[in-house]
């Protein structure tokens, strides 16, 4: 993959690559192998790494995907320990990557170019949203090695495909094809493997060329409201719309939709 340094940033380790294929849209490409495990090391850099992009105003929507055969297949299985210190520090950096990921100023989209199961496929449910490839395959298979998806796992399907699905797919661990994916809710787009790529960085950006703060009280306000009810996120639907309705960009939306010409967002 191409170096590019579109917004004048680009990062590689061993684990992944860091990129700007096209402006204002950052793509994190998951590289560690085996299949794209995350040990702890790759964690605490991915959070890093998503800290950074935070800070560049230019960065308005993140990819997230894997190379060859797999998005991620999680942890390592040959990494696992008994001892209760490396369960609680397994546990922390999973959990604090996802939430990571949900919290993030810019929407996070997950592109499931391969194998997502276990710790990946969570990390994937953590993303706003999933685009996968029609030869992508899913599963939380941790019950037939004596464990079970946790790091949010267990918290965030249910909340995607509901009880019923996620406790089914949960409790067997069987794999789900892209169109079951998609049937179910575990995935929101599905697109030919060959044009994978292509597919999701024209959705990003699509995302990325409006106006930041839109897409951003619009992340807050849906996690707000999923998380501590309707009620809370009604209140920051208020407080929000007040901050961002006659700033610039409202205002740019409001001129160039009477004036019948495209408008022209995120220019201070």
């Known amino acids: 993959m ?3 340094k579109r917004n004048g940033f680009s990062e590689e380790t061993s684990a992944f690559q860091v990129t700007s294929p096209v402006d204002n849209v950052a793509l994190i490409t998951i590289q560690s192998e085996p299949l794209g495990v995350l040990r702890h090391a790759v964690k605490r850099a991915l959070m890093s790494a ?8 230019k960065i308005r929507c993140l990819l997230l995907t894997g190379v060859g055969k797999a998005f991620s297949v999680g942890s390592d299985i040959h990494d696992f320990s008994p001892e209760p210190g490396w369960l609680l520090e397994n546990d922390y950096w999973e959990s604090s990557l996802n939430q ?7 929407p996070v989209i997950a592109v499931c170019n391969g194998f997502t199961f276990g710790g990946g496929a969570v990390l994937s449910l953590a993303c706003d949203f999933r685009i996968a490839a029609d030869t992508a395959k899913f599963g939380f298979p941790e019950v037939k090695v004596g464990a079970f998806a946790s790091g949010s796992g267990t918290q965030r399907l249910p909340r995607l495909v509901g009880r019923g699905r996620a406790l089914d797919l949960l409790l067997t661990g069987r794999t789900v094809d892209a169109e079951e994916a998609l049937r179910i809710g575990l ?6 493997s060959a044009t994978l790529m292509e597919e999701a960085l024209g959705i990003a950006q699509t995302i990325a060329s409006y106006a930041s703060s839109s897409i951003e009280s619009t992340k807050i306000c849906v996690n707000a409201g999923l998380r501590e009810g309707m009620e809370k996120g009604l209140v920051l639907e208020s407080d929000l719309r007040v901050k961002t309705g006659g700033n610039a960009d409202s205002l740019e939306g409001r001129n160039a939709f009477l004036d019948k010409r495209p408008p022209k967002f995120n220019q201070d």
Do not use: G, H, S
């Open 2 to 4: 191409t170096n590019q």
């Open 50 to 57: 998503i800290r950074k992009l935070e800070d560049d105003p």
């Open 100 to 106: 990571m990921i949900e919290d993030a100023r810019f």
């Open 187 to 192: 995935v929101e787009y599905v697109f030919p």
